[in-house]
């Protein structure tokens, strides 16, 4: 049987936001009778918004990545749908500063479709909003089809980077450049060891071999390119590396974040294993490994596995990624 | 098979280490030659040391709660091993400002041992040390041998409060009474519903019926209190509070935070929902509920379960508890 501390399964994530919002109310809170999580006392005339919409399942990913210097909102949607183009419109809507909306939006079918009509909802009302499908996963489609690539844990550097740039007062079409920028620079890679379970149905979401490993898994256990037997993390690292490298590729001379992201059960202690593994990896290829991310940030409920991803950035990039923020996905 | 992410298992903590110091280099060290985590460039003159040993597999901690406003060293043990006294010898010697050294101990029999053999090493040395043994785990003595009862995940509370209240430049006296006052307000119990794997043997730490829990486990699977039917998180929530209440007990009136800590692989997901539980409890009871923490802080590998834990707090205490840290355990 599944395990897992719930109530009933149909208000799982109705719970769980009550949960949240108590939790971090000294600066975030749910737009009444909407599926939104805004900040509370942030706006700023003038400001440009940055937000984005995804299915939930996957905490603290995206509702922990609202706050300052990051989202402005997040519409979320019930476990692993995307949120509906009415609640993407409430999270447009009640969000705007004035200066207009960043609509970042996960490459995901849903989200696409819903998030472009939660866009022409809110145009018809005056609202100015652009959008910026996130493709980051080279295990989805060749990379002489970026836009057919899912967007996966990688969209966390957009997030930060691109959030952080909007609350200097660039203007919309500034904000909307700078998240293409970080979505061209990222490249991200997923390894799974173990499924996670469905909440609701108490299934686990895939099947594994016990001795193997998924390499190119999709947030929701979307087939995976290839499997290879269980190795070191070393062995691993190398895999994985080597295939982020040459996609993009990254060179001699970048400097370059590593993203460890742990998709559910993995621990603290593997990640900076793995971490220490990928960063010699990148540091003999004469790259500059700067400040990492390394937990757990976009999750498949207690799935096992890590993704790994790399962002290329300029100074100013490395700027806006290394500055603070309240956002409880990434601080207390 | 164990599917972790490791190399060579003999090598996991020296791994870890170095993936860990060089992510956080812009704030945190090991000390040259030992075992010791140490802020970088933040020594202030004439401040009271805070620091603690522990066994290493139960990442972030203790590593992770080395930063400003939280401890000032770490030393670290083998996987789920105390610290050798050399090793905390070293962590009082290296992290002295010149007021004193509070040693916390959570209370396990060979972190006592090997901390009171490092201070009386350090005595010899005139350095100035004063300890405090934190225990706070319920389920592990009765009420009235409270120094019987192991330290577990509510020590986090004293982490951060003593850790804070010493930034403040209070001598050491106070920074150890301050400590006592933290234990002596804090109770902790743990849920646990699957084991965690030793990355050393690839073996289960424990087993447990696949439709029961453990109430009581402690943080290397120690026996538990009891077992019970898996449930619902509102009547785990409901056992689990009400035992917490009593002990103290906690009363209406009173100010009371909720660490809600993840052993492992349970999900954020979960972890608000059953803080949302939690808390409604504690309100029907009159109390008022301030800043949480929920997370997984104190974890025994991919352990599942949760370790809920109770702190009352005054003003004072309030103040330091939800001061800003930099720590990598409690943020970015």
Redesign the interface.
């Known amino acids: ?1 599944s ?5 009933d399964p149909e208000l ?1 994530v109705e ?6 919002v ?2 971090y109310q ?1 600066r975030l809170t749910n737009l009444e009778g909407s599926h939104v999580i805004l900040r509370k006392n942030q706006k700023k005339t003038g400001k440009v918004s940055v937000i984005i919409g995804n299915g ?2 996957h ?2 990913a995206c509702i ?1 990545f609202v706050g300052y210097n990051m989202l402005d909102a997040n519409a979320y949607g019930g476990m692993f749908a995307a949120p509906s183009p009415d609640t993407l419109y409430d999270a447009i809507e009640s969000s705007d500063q004035g200066a207009g909306i960043c609509v970042l939006i996960s490459n995901h079918a849903g989200d696409v479709i819903n998030s472009k009509m939660a866009m022409d909802m809110a145009e018809d009302d005056d609202l100015v909003c652009k959008s910026v499908i996130l493709y980051d996963d080279i295990a989805s489609a060749p990379k002489d089809q970026p836009e057919e690539r899912r967007g996966t844990a990688g969209t966390l550097f957009n997030y930060k980077i691109t959030g952080s740039f909007a609350e200097e007062g660039h203007d919309l079409e500034a904000v909307c450049k700078m998240a293409e920028k970080v979505r061209d620079n990222t490249r991200t890679l997923t390894v799974a ?2 499924p996670g379970t469905s ?1 609701i149905t108490g299934i686990p979401m895939f099947e594994i071999a ?2 193997e ?1 998924e390499i190119g898994m999709g947030v929701h256990g979307e087939a995976a390119a290839h499997n290879m037997k ?1 190795d ?3 062995v ?1 690292a190398k895999v994985m590396a080597e295939k982020l490298l040459e996609d993009r590729p990254f060179v001699a001379g970048e400097k370059v974040a590593i993203l460890v992201n742990g998709c ?14 990928v ?1 010699e990896i990148l540091e003999a290829a004469g790259i500059e ?1 700067i ?6 940030f976009i ?1 498949t ?2 799935m ?1 596995g ?1 993704a790994l991803a790399f962002c290329a950035m300029d100074d100013e990039m490395q700027k806006q990624w290394e500055k ?2 309240n956002a409880p996905g ?3």
Do not use: C
Not at 264 to 277: A, H, P, R, V, W
Not at 291 to 296: H, L, Y
């Open positions: 049987m395990k897992k501390f719930i109530n799982i719970e769980m936001i009550a949960g949240y108590h939790a000294d939930s399942g905490e603290p922990g060891t173990l909440p016990d001795d490993v269980m070191s993390s070393k691993i559910g059960q993995t621990t603290q202690m593997e990640m900076l294993i793995f971490y220490n593994d960063r490994v400040k990492p991310a390394i937990g757990n999750t409920q207690e096992g890590i603070p923020t990434f601080a207390w």
